[in-house]
């Protein structure tokens, strides 16, 4: 047989030999590998850690970049670079932190520290449009007096042509978030929602048809606002069709069926109809998470060092309410964006007790809970 040095061997018993000489030959090769020779470094005296030091540079980095791209978690890169100290180096390189995938970025709220912090951090140096995105929302919305630093990492992801940051900032824009009233630019919402949706976000290209209707930002046009709503519609039925699809060939070919993610209904509201539609994003889990066991008025001093690392320590709060009734999250429950100042979002004009970041939120979540639920549309 041959091995990995090159070497051959037999694994049978020479002619003469019994078992117990095979196995004393090779009892006296173990103790040789792990003799004190060995282990001072001895001339003629390899061991197996070795190989991985005899690997290029370029073949290790090429092999992290593969598992950074296909990573379904973060651990799954982590554990990689835990292999040893030459991996731990060489995958904080650029290169591979600009290939992590949007799972292997998903840190989790309850999960969040400095150490995540600057994970997220290296890898947005590093180039990642999906970790600039991430760590921007994550400044925006949980940590406090990082506002600016947020925004400029979410432009640098829209630069890139990341439909989510896009969207984002036209929400951004619509709301005037992190500003004042006055601070609102209508058309360049409209503008970032029209971007956003060439690249196929479906809520960026609903949004931008409610603009149309309501001549908000842009000229109005009924008929145009309108072919724009049927098209975000025809989008979600051929993702909910592909997602249904994939699940029935994963089933059919007798593997297990994973955890099914969280997912909202989508519209497809002109027509009655509601079909599954595709799991939030990493960002905006992250925000329900965290305003989920944080009041929204506590959530940036939980933060120390405006890393975010801390508990809040305080009694379980409302999420739609801080304790002085200020502030509010967006009714919506998976999207997860807090008010940044009183009444910056828009209320049900029929109740006044729900509210939304975006027209799109709001009339995902008329289609989904609300239309039961509000006051006025129960009252005969």
Request: net charge positive; charged share 20%; glycine share 12%.
């Amino acid at each position: 047989m041959k091995t990995r040095r090159g070497a051959y061997y037999s694994c049978h018993a020479a002619p003469g030999e019994g078992p117990e000489a095979v196995h004393r030959r090779k009892r006296r090769r173990t103790a040789a590998e792990g003799s004190p020779a060995a282990a001072a470094g001895a001339p003629g005296v390899r061991l197996a850690g070795d190989m991985f030091e005899e690997l290029p540079d370029d073949l290790v980095v090429s092999i992290l970049r593969d598992v950074a791209a296909s990573a379904g978690s973060p651990a799954d890169l982590a554990g990689a670079m835990l292999t040893c100290k030459r991996f731990r180096d060489l995958g904080q390189t650029k290169l591979v932190l600009a290939r992590a995938s949007p799972r292997c970025l998903a840190v989790r709220a309850k999960a969040w520290s400095d150490d995540a912090h600057r994970f997220l951090q290296r890898c947005a140096d590093a180039g990642n449009l999906e970790a600039c995105y991430l760590l921007g929302m994550i400044r925006f919305y949980c940590l406090g007096g990082s506002r600016g630093s947020g925004v400029a990492l979410m432009a640098a992801a829209a630069v890139g042509g990341h439909r989510e940051a896009l969207y984002s900032l036209a929400v951004i824009q619509f709301n005037g978030s992190g500003g004042g009233k006055d601070d609102r630019d209508l058309r360049a919402g409209a503008a970032l929602c029209a971007r956003a949706a060439s690249l196929g976000h479906v809520d960026a290209l609903r949004e931008l048809g409610h603009c149309l209707q309501d001549g908000y930002g842009v000229r109005r046009s009924v008929l145009d606002g309108r072919r724009l709503l049927i098209q975000a519609n025809a989008r979600e039925l051929q993702a909910a069709v592909t997602a249904f699809a994939s699940v029935a060939g994963a089933g059919a070919g007798g593997g297990k069926a994973s955890a099914a993610p969280r997912r909202h209904s989508c519209l497809l509201s002109d027509f009655g109809c509601r079909a599954a539609s595709g799991e939030a994003h990493a960002a905006n889990r992250f925000l329900v998470d965290w305003f989920a066991s944080r009041p929204l008025g506590m959530a940036a001093a939980a933060a120390p060092g405006g890393n975010g690392n801390g508990n809040a320590g305080t009694a379980a709060a409302s999420p739609e309410e801080d304790a002085a009734g200020a502030l509010r999250l967006c009714s919506q429950a998976l999207c997860g964006r807090p008010e940044t100042r009183r009444h910056e979002f828009r209320r049900c004009s029929v109740c006044g007790v729900v509210n939304y970041c975006s027209r799109a939120c709001q009339a995902l979540h008329w289609k989904m809970a609300h239309k039961t639920e509000c006051g006025g549309a129960a009252a005969p």
